[in-house]
């Protein structure tokens, strides 16, 4: 069974502060999500990494996976209120690329202060 | 795109009463999910449709649960009877096909159906 394991669970930091939010999974992979959710809203899509040694950047945010150690990380820089949300990484069961469902982590809940 | 649609948006019922939880994939899209989110247990993979097939249906909790897709543009996921340990937010998601999928698409999710059952 495949199992995905993020920490911290909670988080709360100043703005302006860099940090980083883990994911762990258990079973070989190569495609890991990381999304995005507001309080009451749904589910946005902010990275797909496929490949090991992948990296992506978007604003102050940047994720990375390492297939090998089956780890991937979210680095937020310079953090800013805006980004205040809960984070999960989902990995996808095969690899290869099969559109199986993705099993969620538990989500890392993030708040920023001024 | 209009995206994932849902609905009903927000529901409360009775314990015992049947519950139809309704959505619209993104046009085009080969797969739909639906997904359970608890405190408790996070989110949760419930049934997973490939061009309206059920592919995986291990992670419906029990009997009392059921999914159909009649057509590539509908789901339902019916509860009966519910139950107050029911109560979550049920999310329905879509995606295009595993070879897409491969080259980086993501899997869309909708707004979420909040089922209340007392």
């Known amino acids: 069974e495949l199992k995905v394991e993020q920490n911290p669970l909670f988080l709360s930091m100043q703005e302006g502060k860099n940090y980083t939010i883990y994911c762990n999974y258990s079973?070989?992979?190569?495609?890991l999500y990381w999304y995005r959710q507001d309080p009451g809203k749904s589910l946005e899509s902010l990275f797909v990494?496929?490949?090991?040694?992948a990296v992506k950047q978007e604003g102050r945010l940047m994720a990375s996976l390492d297939t090998k150690a089956r780890l991937s990380t979210l680095h937020i820089t310079a953090a800013v209120h805006d980004l205040s949300a809960t984070y999960f990484c989902?990995?996808?069961?095969?690899?290869?690329?099969?559109?199986?469902?993705?099993?969620f982590g538990k989500g890392t809940h993030l708040i920023i202060q001024p | 795109d209009a995206g994932v649609i849902q609905s009903p948006r927000h529901e409360v019922t009775e314990m015992g009463q049947e519950v139809t939880l309704r959505c619209k994939p993104i046009?085009?899209?080969?797969?739909l999910f639906w997904y359970r989110q608890t405190m408790m247990r996070g989110l949760e993979l419930l049934i997973y449709?490939?061009?309206?097939?059920?592919?995986?249906d291990s992670g419906m909790p029990e009997d009392r649960f059921s999914a159909k897709m009649p057509n590539a543009s509908f789901s339902t996921l019916k509860i009966q009877p519910s139950e107050p340990r029911d109560s979550a937010v049920y999310f329905c998601?879509?995606?295009?096909?595993?070879?897409?999928?491969?080259?980086?698409?993501?899997?869309?999710f909708g707004e979420g159906s909040w089922l209340t059952v007392v």
């Open positions: 998601a879509s995606s295009l096909a595993r070879v897409l999928l491969s080259s980086g698409n993501t899997i869309y």
């Open positions: 079973t070989t992979s190569d495609r």
């Open positions: 990494l496929l490949s090991n040694g």
């Open positions: 989902a990995v996808a069961p095969h690899s290869g690329g099969g559109a199986d469902g993705l099993t």
């Open positions: 046009s085009g899209h080969d797969y």
């Open positions: 449709f490939n061009n309206n097939v059920p592919i995986d």
